[in-house]
Structure formats: structure tokens, C-alpha cells
């Protein structure tokens, strides 16, 4: 009865990323957005980033800064959040994984239209 109801699980389930991305993954109205554990991280963002898209397709994962109270807490989460996916994506194009336009459409998907097609708005326009 639920089917259609789309349930976007925040905080990328930390430290459940890889449990959540399967349930994202095997459930076409489960959705995973990366936010709170971005800013926490640090280092550890492009694991967090490469969980995430482990199972789950890439119009699955949303990202957020989970920002709060500290503007550079926006700045931080939206800069690392970046340089995370940049990461993993450009490994997966070093690799052969994906192509130069494939990795450049996923962090659009993650940056900002998945949350488009979730949440029915539009920012990127």
C-alpha cells in the first residue's frame, strides 16, 4: 500500500551507508540522501561516496549539506561533498568504468536533480 511513497533515508544510514544503499537499491521508492556524515568525514568521504553507489543506482543517492546554525558548516559539507564524488568518479573514469559524460551526469544527479525528481521542485534552471 506504501508502493509510491517515495522514503528518502537521511544520513546516508551512517555507519549503515552499504545496508542502505542495497534497500535503495532493491526498492524502486527508497531513495538515500548523503547528508550529516559529509562534514564529519573529512578524509573519509570518498568511501562513504563509493558505499553509497555500491548498490544503489545513481538517481538513488541525493546529496544535502545537513547544514545547521554555522554557515560554514553549508560551505564545508557542499566543498568536501564535491571533492568526494569528483573523486570517485573520476576513479571510476580512470578505470574505464564510466565515461567523461556519464561521470559528469551522475554528480548532477547527486548534486541536485535527483532531489528535483524526488521532492518535485526545480533549483537548476
Given amino acids: 500500500r506504501l508502493s509510491t511513497v517515495p522514503f528518502v533515508l537521511l544520513h546516508a544510514g551512517y555507519p549503515y551507508t552499504r545496508q542502505l544503499s542495497y534497500l535503495a537499491g532493491i526498492y524502486a521508492n527508497v531513495f538515500m540522501d548523503i547528508s550529516r556524515a559529509i562534514p564529519y568525514l573529512a578524509a573519509d568521504i570518498p568511501n562513504l561516496i563509493r558505499a553509497s553507489l555500491s548498490l544503489a543506482p545513481t538517481n538513488k543517492v541525493l546529496f544535502s549539506t545537513d547544514a545547521h546554525s554555522i554557515p560554514e558548516i553549508y560551505w564545508i559539507a557542499a566543498r568536501w561533498a564535491r571533492w568526494g564524488i569528483g573523486m570517485v568518479l573520476d576513479e ?33 534552471r
Fill in 92 to 124: 571510476w573514469h580512470g578505470q574505464g568504468i564510466i565515461s567523461a559524460n556519464e561521470a559528469e551526469e551522475i554528480a548532477r544527479q547527486m548534486l541536485h536533480r535527483n532531489a528535483e525528481a524526488v521532492y518535485g521542485i526545480e533549483l537548476s
